[in-house]
Structures are given as C-alpha cells and as structure tokens.
C-alpha cells in the first residue's frame, strides 16, 4: 500500500491512556499521537521499537499524527491503525496478490450476513459461490514464532464474528 503522503518513521518511546503514544521521529522530534488500536498490542509497542506515523494538517485535529504500523521483534510489521487494515487487504486483493482469493468477479464491502447482524468486510463472488472476507488487525505475536494470534484483548464483537463466519 502507498502512502500519501508518505509515511515518516520514529521510535516508540511509550503508549498510554489506550489511545496515545508518544514517539520520537527520526529527526529527533517527540510527538504524541494517535493510536486507533485499543487492544493491548503487547508484541508491537516495547520502547524503542520502530514505528510509522502519518501526519495530518487539520487544524481541528486535537494530535499532530496517527501510527499507522509498527515492528515486532520478530521483525514484521503490524497494521496498527485498525481504519487502514480494510483498504490495504482490498488494495490486495483488486491486485489478485492474495492468490487464495484471486478470480472473483465481484467484491462487496460490509455485507450482512448470519443470525446475529453480523457484516462481513467483504463478500467475493465466484462462479460457484460467494466467499465471506473477515479482516482483522493481528497484533499478538508470539516469540520466536512466527505464529500471531487473534484477538490480543477479550471481545464480545471478535468472539461474534467467529462464531458468525464458523456458521457459514
């Protein structure tokens, strides 16, 4: 996924209050953020660990910026703005990179689906049948693994989206 504009590194220093990090940016600068992930994300926020930020111009923006990914220790990265998660694996898949789920023909956004109200991400039409894409943030890692886990953080919603897309 491209940026625009692009994103700018720097160095976790600390995440608190759920939804705020303080970093510091390759030219030195300290800024808090915005962190739009809430769960505990213990694998992508040990101090000093790389991260990438996006900046915004709105004045009415009470923070300067948003972190967007963040590396673990074992060396991937982890999407940690949960609000890009959809379009980067739509971008993914309008380009066929996920070969599992390559040839639809169509590709529907936040369709309804199951008995308890449920919207899948995606629904892509087959030929022979839709298939239901569920996206999530994985940010629980395990070391020396390359094993990751979801969710990081007990949840009523993740739990009915697994029961949901198990019924299928």
């Known amino acids: 996924m491209r940026f625009d504009p692009p994103l700018e590194a720097g160095?976790?220093?600390r995440r608190y209050k759920r939804f705020l990090a303080d970093i510091e940016s390759v030219s030195g600068e300290a800024l808090t953020i915005h962190c739009a992930n809430t769960g505990s994300m213990l694998n992508c926020m040990s101090a000093g660990c790389r991260v990438w930020f996006s900046r915004s111009n709105d004045p009415k923006r009470k923070l300067p910026g948003s972190w967007e990914l963040s590396e673990t220790p074992q060396?991937?990265?982890a999407c940690i703005n949960t609000a890009r998660a959809n379009a980067l694996v739509e971008e993914a898949l309008r380009a066929g990179?996920?070969?599992?789920l390559a040839g639809f023909v169509a590709l529907k956004r936040e369709v309804?689906?199951?008995?308890?109200?449920?919207?899948?991400d995606f629904r892509l039409d087959y030929a022979d049948g839709p298939a239901y894409v569920e996206v999530k943030n994985v940010t629980l890692g395990f070391d020396g693994t390359d094993v990751a886990a979801f969710p990081d953080a007990v949840t009523a919603r993740g739990a009915r989206h697994l029961r949901e897309l198990a019924a299928l």
């Not at 309804?112 to 899948?120: D, F, K, L, Q, T």
């Open 112 to 120: 309804p689906y199951g008995v308890e109200n449920s919207r899948a």
């Open 11 to 13: 160095r976790l220093l």
């Open 75 to 77: 060396g991937r990265l």
């Open 97 to 100: 990179l996920i070969a599992e």
